[in-house]
T-cell receptor
Framework: EAQVTQNPRYLITVTGKKLTVTCSQNMNHEYMSWYRQDPGLGLRQIYYSMNVEVTDKGDVPEGYKVSRKEKRNFPLILESPSPNQTSLYFC???????????FGEGSWLTVV | AQSVAQPEDQVNVAEGNPLTVKCTYSVSGNPYLFWYVQYPNRGLQFLLKYITGDNLVKGSYGFEAEFNKSQTSFHLKKPSALVSDSALYFCAVRGPNAGGTSYGKLTFGQGTILTVHP
């Protein structure tokens, strides 16, 4: 079954404690990206990757890092989380130029 | 830069009445347009998309959307609303396959809360 898998789905953490949200897809997609969803702002792109070892900033990259060492995985790293990073995070993937975008189930992150 | 506007934060309709959720967009070139729905505490569900062809696109759960190039709009419609349609709806646009920094990026509207009253 084609899917994008995110973990953890729910996390409460403390300010400054590094965390990683993993994202994995099983469709051999070149393109992967991370979004955050906040009330009244819709979803905003954090980072994206067009292929292995190719990543770039989206609209709201501050406070985040990503890596793309393998095609299937695109982890989102919060080196020193702050409360303003409390949000719902979505990972997405697609073929390059494809018009079908697959989303993960979302990861609820709370930073206290 | 591409952008999407959903001018209504909330839409309220009575069950059985037609519903419209509005969306306008701005993008260079021919757009790819999408509608997604999000039920409370759930992820995003794909409803429908417009890539090319017929301006009227039919999707899941009886929803449809009409692409209007001259008005740069892609309004979501349903002839007869159900209480179970109550959810948060997002319109999104993706620029054409032309490379550059906007390549592949989905830009979302801020979302519209649809409430269908019994």
């Amino acid at each position: 079954e084609a899917q994008v898998t995110q973990n953890p789905r729910y996390l409460i953490t403390v300010t400054g404690k590094k965390l990683t949200v993993t994202c994995s897809q099983n469709m051999n997609h070149e393109y992967m990206s991370w979004y955050r969803q906040d009330p009244g702002l819709g979803l905003r792109q954090i980072y994206y990757s067009m292929n292995v070892e190719v990543t770039d900033k989206g609209d709201v990259p501050e406070g985040y890092k990503v890596s793309r060492k393998e095609k299937r995985n695109f982890p989102l790293i919060l080196e020193s989380p702050s409360p303003n990073q409390t949000s719902l995070y979505f990972c997405a993937s697609s073929f390059k130029g494809g018009n079908t975008i697959y989303f993960g189930e979302g990861s609820w992150l709370t930073v206290v | 830069a591409q952008s999407v506007a959903q001018p209504e934060d909330q839409v309220n309709v009575a069950e059985g009445n037609p519903l419209t959720v509005k969306c306008t967009y701005s993008v260079s070139g021919n757009p790819y347009l999408f509608w997604y729905v999000q039920y409370p505490n759930r992820g995003l569900q794909f409803l429908l998309k417009y890539i090319t062809g017929d301006n009227l696109v039919k999707g899941s759960y009886g929803f449809e959307a009409e692409f209007n190039k001259s008005q740069t709009s892609f309004h979501l419609k349903k002839p007869s609303a159900l209480v179970s349609d109550s959810a948060l709806y997002f319109c999104a646009v993706r620029g054409p396959n032309a490379g550059g920094t906007s390549y592949g990026k989905l830009t979302f509207g801020q979302g519209t809360i649809l409430t269908v009253h019994p």
